[in-house]
């Protein structure tokens, strides 16, 4: 199984570092896209974009060790995703060539644009993928698009056991950020949120996602 996950800014992908570790684990291959550097930061105070740009895409890499993914950057602007058609060429040219069968993104209505865009643009990629005239060697095959879950959307659950070895991951992942930012969200409360999780999911870690259409069963692989 191969895994594209697609996200604006480095550290957006700590929701899936779980479910990318658990199949890397097991064999499977997992790649992280992200559409800009997040060069625009707040917490960078008055650092020069590119400064920003350098040290979060070095981010970006480092997690894609811990995770065993490949990392990979667009050159898109951070603060100026629209979800429109030129991201989403962007994003199908990806997929047409590494032929994921899982595409994780965030859900379509987070709060921050450069989130939403993510989603439609990445929505609109899975079409253009199959398109011979907008890319080269199109994917046909079947794609299955997961996106962040969020409460208020009427899609169905999907729970990723991530194990003790997928959460270990996460947790170094979750770790490496919370350190940089000095964030106040603890190791411990994030551990208890994955538990929680896994709870209703019956298992003992678990991430949580929803899938764009139905599916016959409420877990991935």
Same mark, same amino acid.
């Given at each position: 199984?191969?895994?594209?996950?697609?996200?604006?800014?480095?550290?957006?992908?700590?929701? =899936?570092?779980?479910?990318?570790?658990?199949?890397?684990?097991?064999? %499977?291959?997992?790649?992280?896209?992200?559409?800009?550097?997040?060069?625009?930061?707040?917490?960078?105070?008055?650092?020069?974009?590119?400064?920003?740009?350098?040290?979060?895409?070095?981010?970006?890499?480092?997690?894609?060790?811990?995770?065993?993914?490949?990392?990979?950057?667009?050159?898109?602007?951070?603060?100026?995703?629209?979800?429109?058609?030129?991201?989403?060429?962007?994003?199908?040219?990806?997929?047409?060539?590494?032929?994921?069968?899982? =595409?994780?993104?965030?859900?379509?209505?987070? =709060?921050?644009?450069?989130?939403?865009?993510?989603?439609?643009?990445?929505?609109?990629?899975?079409?253009?993928?199959?398109?011979?005239?907008?890319?080269? %060697?199109?994917?046909?095959?079947?794609?299955?698009?997961?996106?962040?879950?969020?409460?208020?959307?009427?899609?169905?659950?999907?729970?990723?056991?991530?194990?003790?070895?997928?959460?270990?991951?996460?947790?170094?992942?979750?770790?490496?950020?919370?350190?940089?930012?000095?964030?106040?969200?603890?190791?411990?409360?994030?551990?208890?949120?994955?538990?929680?999780?896994?709870?209703?999911?019956? =298992?003992?870690?678990?991430?949580?996602?929803?899938?764009?259409?139905?599916?016959?069963?409420?877990?991935?692989?």
């Amino acid at each position: 199984m191969r895994l594209l996950a697609v996200f604006a800014h480095p550290d957006d992908e700590i929701g =899936v570092s779980g479910t990318l570790a658990k199949h890397v684990l097991r064999g %499977d291959e997992a790649r992280i896209l992200w559409l800009t550097r997040g060069e625009l930061a707040s917490q960078f105070g008055d650092r020069p974009p590119e400064e920003v740009a350098r040290i979060r895409e070095g981010h970006g890499h480092t997690v894609a060790r811990m995770i065993g993914a490949e990392a990979q950057f667009l050159d898109f602007a951070d603060s100026s995703l629209t979800g429109g058609r030129e991201e989403a060429l962007a994003i199908a040219q990806v997929v047409a060539s590494w032929k994921p069968d899982v =595409v994780v993104t965030w859900n379509p209505y987070d =709060v921050h644009p450069d989130h939403r865009a993510a989603y439609w643009a990445t929505l609109s990629a899975l079409k253009f993928c199959r398109i011979p005239k907008l890319v080269s %060697d199109p994917h046909r095959g079947p794609v299955r698009l997961l996106h962040y879950h969020r409460s208020d959307i009427p899609r169905p659950a999907v729970y990723v056991d991530v194990g003790e070895e997928g959460q270990a991951v996460a947790e170094r992942v979750f770790s490496f950020y919370r350190d940089f930012y000095q964030w106040e969200y603890s190791l411990e409360a994030f551990r208890a949120n994955r538990s929680r999780l896994g709870a209703e999911a019956g =298992v003992k870690f678990a991430e949580r996602f929803q899938a764009e259409a139905p599916l016959a069963h409420s877990f991935l692989g």
